[in-house]
């Protein structure tokens, strides 16, 4: 693999999701020996690195969210070697691999977190976690909810107890305590060591809890995950200043190598807010949730790109882009609604079903847009098949623990994770040879298979083979924006970049500048044409 230091300014960063990207050993899970094969397709996409969801020991009440071994791979996925063998496949084809760091909690079965419950109260082992008594014998010591719904404490035998912002199989860590700053610092430098380029860190903004955990002062229920709720100022443990601490540590260890970089999970708001996160000194990358959070209008889109820029260009740090992920409703469904659920939530068989053709257009508008933005891009594996959220899946086969802590009222995001389609006539449409799958896979991603859509012009797959290409060729991700006032107003945007010209039309049509079409949305588009609604267009000037 090249040395080079900026990689991560410009590189498009895919997804996979190790449960569902491709079943190695026909379990019906997905592993690392299904994305050694699967590999070279990535690099026939064109992307410059892989992030990989975790894949360490685990219990798997949080589809593996909850570690109980960070240095060492579940049984399910494979083994320390299997890895070793992904890397060294990547590196060879010019991929980066990026690996998942989980800071927050570690699952209720980690060595650590037994230890502590062994060792009772007041003991040392407990201070690496948050264990507290109540407020009184049947009252947790304060308000907080957790993010999938309940409280965030879970009493044990001995009467105290211990805070999990998530489920309580994940206990969250006591960052006051130097001890797990110590811990973690080695697990960066057990997986540095091994040659990983970089680490996405899990919910990087929650680390640190104010001091004396004081009660929410605003109403439980209203807050989640939800990044709106971020604008409380002195939220006890959303975005706290002592967290900037935490972050220059791990800094400072990824400082120790070369070219290896840091993405935060961090769901703050506004945007200059998580400008901070990306400081010299703390991480490289910050997901840009407002982004992803932004629907398809163009005034919304340009002062969200504005800010972006302006905001991290302050700090120095290049934006991200993102529109999916394993956490939030597949973006080609999402954009098929005016309004969806809040995050984490899901969409199950009751809800309004999509209008499938909307969510195409304008999602794939949406992709052609974003890729050809300075900086970095994030895409989530089947996203470059068009595929949709799975959103009729049936209760009995729910594995989110969202769902199984709020009894079904919010179905959760299992939607998002079914196992992606590769032939459209083998077996698990060939996430495995023996056509077992963890979660059901619909019948209509048949239609969506990457073998459905190889050579075709047009397809979705092609779509996104050519904008990594050119946006290669011309190196936009390093470019600069500059908006074409002339052609943006409330139905178009369009934007320079390098030479090319990028024009998105929202509503009715748009004639096309002279020029070479490089890439489009709009199949069969000719440079004499017009452009529709929710199409974008490439052209060379
Ligand atoms: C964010 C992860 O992306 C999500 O999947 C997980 O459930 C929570 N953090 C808790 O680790």
Redesign the pocket.
Known sequence: MQKDANWWRHAVIYQIYPRSFADGNGDGMGDLKGVLERLESLKQLGVDAIWF?PFYKSPQK??G??VADYTDIDPLFGTLADFDAVLEKAHSLGIRVII?L?P??SSDQHPLFQAALKAGKGSPEREMYHFRDGKDANTPPNNWPS??GGNAWTQIEDGQWYLH???SS?PDFNWDNPKVTEFFHGVLRFWFDRGVDGFRV??AHSLVKAKGLPDLKVDPEEVG?DPSAQDYKDHPYWGQEGVHEVIRGFRSVANEYEDRALCA?AWVLPLSNMAKWVRPDEYHQSFNFGYLSTSWKAADLKKVIDDSLLEFGAVGAPSTWVLS???VIRHVTRMAYDEVPKQ?DGIGPDYPQPDEARGQRVGRAATAFMLALPGSSYLYQGEELGLPEHTTLEAKFRE???FFRTNGERVG?DGCRVPIPWEADKPAFGFNSTGKSWLPQPENYRRYARSAQEGIAGSTLELYRQLLKVRKQFNLGMGKLTWVEDLCDESTLAFDNSGVRVIANFAGTVALPAGELLATTQHDLTIEGVLEHDQVAWIRL
């Open positions: 969801s949080d589809a969210y909850d998942d989980v927050n909690h993010v999938f912002i998530f489920d994940q899990d919910v995950f999970e992920n394993h956490d984490g989110d623990p969202t995001r």
